[in-house]
């Protein structure tokens, strides 16, 4: 695929990003996309490999490989290398509803299967498919296109995340009545108030969500199934329901002084700011300010990462990440050959932007609370950090163990814990009356998506657990198969 000789031609060349020091300054998107004609070179360098592993999407070895909705990327690096992006874009969406978002926030685990990486630079994969379907909107070939016949089958979906929308998008391309149902005042999910502005635009969500609207997708807003409904009579009005409502419950740490003032989850950081901005430009000061605060970001994923960069827009007085793992390695280890996701070293656009303005890495690896200081009004102000080396226990484990004498007392004026989640909400599962697996996600098999409650089907990080948003829609759109053979009859 692409040009034969493409990858020894051309050098791997991205989109360019705004200075740290220009960007901060803002909550917008930073990162502006290469021409249509260079971004063509770079699909040329899409090689006609035997196996194209980049679109696998499966497990080797117990991780993760390739694109999980099995995005069929030789097929369109060859298509926009040859101009047609108006084919390109067909084929795109063959395989993902969403892929504005997914050309955004995905981690691209494609690019780390790609063949090209395997002695070299891979190919631009993430952003030749945000090229695809940013040119496609603005060229006016995606218009919505309700289904002609509808089946009479209702279904409602809980939840407006990725799993949710692309559940309700395949459920209503297949006729039937789908009403998607949100607690937050927009749809979204994560997608909404989990990511900050700054890698994913909120009006890129709007522009999708107004697009479902066209086709037919009808939603509920402000709406909290686990306060308001009498659930016998909700489940009697549907043909089918859908939780795809996220694994929302946030990992707490649970030690001496977590009840201080100014310890908080960092989902609710992050939403309230994005909340904030959409509303009134943060000029109503409904947010979790880090403004002149010595904050200590708890938790070395993405999040960390989204806090390390929100806390520095809002003018924190300084910043500290810690980790309780090991710093990972610059290169494939062994125990992690390609083509599995490259577990190395990371450094994402927040700690680039603490480096810049700072020049050092915000993160502390190996290094855990002991404890939370408070002052007289039971505000944090310090807490207790110790250093921790990994060990094998008695069965065999790796766990953590202190390091003696490594203790170290730190600033801490604000405390983001972004350490994860670990499971559905006890609300929901209680409503419902749903069966839970032993890690408290909302039990149902892949590929079958049925819970232990007739007529309720669950997908996404609500029934898996944490995880990415290619991965959501994924489950979305296989649920929505599974809902649909269901409501309507399997074929004989």
Request: charged fraction near 30%; include cysteine.
């Amino acid at each position: 695929m692409g040009k034969a000789t493409g990858f020894l031609e051309y050098k791997r060349i991205t989109g360019t990003k705004l200075k740290p020091s220009i960007r901060i300054k803002n909550y917008k998107e930073f990162t502006t996309p290469l021409s249509k004609e260079d971004q063509q070179i770079q699909a040329s360098r899409c090689m006609d490999c035997g196996v194209p592993f980049c679109q696998y999407g499966g497990m080797m070895a117990n991780a993760a490989s390739g694109c999980p909705v099995n995005n069929l990327i030789p097929e369109w690096n060859d298509l926009i290398y040859k101009g047609m992006w108006k084919t390109a874009v067909d084929r795109l969406l063959k395989t993902n509803n969403f892929p504005e978002f997914t050309g955004r926030v995905c981690p691209a685990p494609c690019e780390g299967a790609c063949t090209d990486g395997l002695h070299g630079e891979p190919v631009t994969i993430k952003e030749n498919e945000l090229s695809i379907i940013e040119n496609a909107f603005a060229e006016g070939y995606i218009k919505p296109n309700p289904p002609k016949e509808r089946t009479g089958k209702r279904v409602a979906v809980i939840g407006a995340g990725p799993a949710g929308l692309a559940c309700g998008d395949m459920l209503n391309r297949k006729g039937h009545d789908v009403t998607i149902i949100e607690r937050a005042d927009r749809p979204g999910g994560l997608l909404m108030y989990g990511i900050p502005n700054m890698k994913l635009d909120k009006q890129i969500v709007a522009r999708r969500v107004e697009f479902l609207e066209a086709e037919g997708v009808k939603f509920s807003l402000n709406h909290d199934i686990t306060k308001t409904e009498d659930i016998d009579k909700f489940m009697s009005e549907y043909d089918a329901v859908v939780l795809a409502c996220g694994a929302t419950k946030p990992r707490d740490l649970i030690v001496e002084g977590r009840d201080l003032k100014g310890i908080h989850f960092a989902v609710d950081f992050l939403k309230a700011t994005t909340k904030s901005l959409l509303d009134s430009e943060l000029a109503d000061n409904n947010y979790i300010s880090a403004k002149d605060l010595n904050v200590v970001v708890i938790g070395g994923g993405d999040t960390g990462t989204d806090c390390i960069a929100t806390s520095l827009r809002h003018g924190a007085k300084s910043l500290v990440q810690l980790e309780i793992m090991g710093k990972a390695p610059e290169k494939r280890a062994e125990n992690n050959p390609w083509p599995q996701y490259p577990k190395v070293l990371k450094t994402d656009y927040g700690q680039d932007e603490f480096i810049d303005a700072y020049g050092k890495d915000p993160r502390e690896y190996c290094t855990s609370v002991k404890k939370f200081i408070g002052d007289e009004n039971g505000n944090v102000k310090e807490a207790l950090i110790v250093k921790v080396e990994w060990v094998k226990n008695e069965n065999g484990a790796v766990i953590p163990k202190e390091i003696p004498g490594s203790e170290q007392v730190i600033k801490a004026d604000l405390v983001l814990l972004a350490m994860g989640f670990v499971g559905a909400e006890e609300s929901l599962i209680e409503k419902f009356n749903v069966e839970k697996d032993n890690r408290g996600n909302v039990k149902a098999e892949y590929m079958d998506f049925a819970t232990s409650v007739p007529k309720v089907y669950s997908c996404g990080d609500v029934r898996r657990g944490q995880s990415l948003v290619v991965w959501a829609i994924k489950e979305g759109r296989e649920c929505a198969e599974k809902v649909d053979l269901d409501i309507m009859g399997a074929m004989i």
